[in-house]
C-alpha cells in the first residue's frame, strides 16, 4: 500500500511554539501533499510537494521531502489555538494508466493551547 | 462560488434500506471522488469519476455506485445500507487530479 503513517498521533503544544508532524510511506511517489481537517468539517488542501522538490514553504508551513528516506515533515511555526486541527498527509501517483490514486494516512491530531 | 456541497449532512438508516448521497460542485472541475473516514483509518476512495460518464472504482467500492451524468453532480448510492457502511463520506472534486477540494461531509448512521 502507498499509504502514508503520521508520526505522533496526537500532539500537544502551547501557542507560539512550533509544532512538527512526520509522515512515511511505503513505495515510490509523484508527490505528496498536506491537508487539515478541523472537527467536524472537510479537509483542506495545505501544501503539494513534488517527487524531485525538497522543501517548500507557505506561510507559517514548511514541508520537506526525502525520497530516499520514504518520509515528509510538517513544520507548523508560532502555532496558534486557530492550529488545533487533525494534519493528514496523503501520498500521490500516477498509475501506468495515467490515473491518478491518492491515498491518505490516519492523521496527527494537534492541540494548541492558549 | 459555493465549492463542493453535499446533502444531507446527517442520515440515520434501517439495514437493508438505500439512499443516494449527493455531491455537487460549481468550479467546473473534471475529477471527483467519493472517500469514507473511519475512526483510525483515516480516509478511504470509494469511486471517482475523471469527466461526466467516466467513473472507475477505488480502494473500497463494494455496495456503493455511482453515476456521473453531468460535470457538476456525483451522487453516491448505497444499494442495501448494512451497519459496516457506518463512516462519515465526504465528496471532493479537482481540476488537476492532484489537489482535491473537499464537501462538507454527511454523517451516515446504519442501524
Known amino acids: 500500500s502507498q499509504q502514508g503513517e503520521e508520526d505522533p498521533q496526537a500532539l500537544s503544544i502551547q501557542e507560539g511554539e512550533n509544532a512538527t508532524m512526520n509522515c512515511s510511506y511505503k513505495t515510490s511517489i509523484n508527490n505528496l501533499q498536506w491537508y487539515r481537517q478541523n472537527s467536524g468539517r472537510g479537509l483542506v488542501h495545505l501544501i503539494l510537494?513534488?517527487?524531485?522538490?525538497r522543501e517548500k514553504h507557505s506561510g507559517r508551513l514548511r514541508v520537506t521531502l526525502d525520497t530516499s528516506k520514504k518520509s515528509s515533515s510538517l513544520l507548523i511555526t508560532a502555532s496558534r489555538a486557530a492550529d488545533t486541527a487533525s494534519y493528514f498527509c496523503?501520498?500521490?501517483?500516477?498509475?501506468?494508466?495515467?490515473?491518478?490514486?491518492?491515498?491518505f494516512g490516519k492523521g496527527t491530531k494537534l492541540s494548541v493551547i492558549p | 462560488n459555493a465549492g463542493v456541497t453535499q446533502t444531507p449532512k446527517f442520515q440515520v438508516l434501517k439495514t437493508g434500506q438505500s439512499m443516494t448521497l449527493q455531491c455537487a460542485q460549481d468550479m467546473n472541475h473534471e475529477y471527483m471522488s467519493w472517500y469514507r473516514q473511519d475512526p483510525g483509518m483515516g480516509l478511504r476512495l470509494i469511486h471517482y469519476?475523471?469527466?461526466?460518464?467516466?467513473?472507475d472504482q477505488g480502494e473500497v467500492p463494494n455496495g456503493y455506485n455511482v453515476s456521473r451524468s453531468t460535470t457538476e453532480d456525483f451522487p453516491l448510492r448505497l444499494l442495501s445500507a448494512a451497519p459496516s457502511q457506518t463512516s462519515v463520506y465526504f465528496c471532493?472534486?479537482?481540476?488537476?487530479?492532484?489537489?482535491?477540494?473537499f464537501g462538507p461531509g454527511t454523517r451516515l448512521l446504519v442501524l
Open positions: 496523503a501520498t500521490g501517483y500516477y498509475s501506468g494508466a495515467g490515473s491518478y490514486q491518492l491515498t
Open positions: 510537494i513534488r517527487s524531485n522538490e
Open positions: 471532493a472534486s479537482s481540476s488537476t487530479q492532484e489537489t482535491q477540494y
Open positions: 469519476s475523471v469527466g461526466a460518464g467516466i467513473t
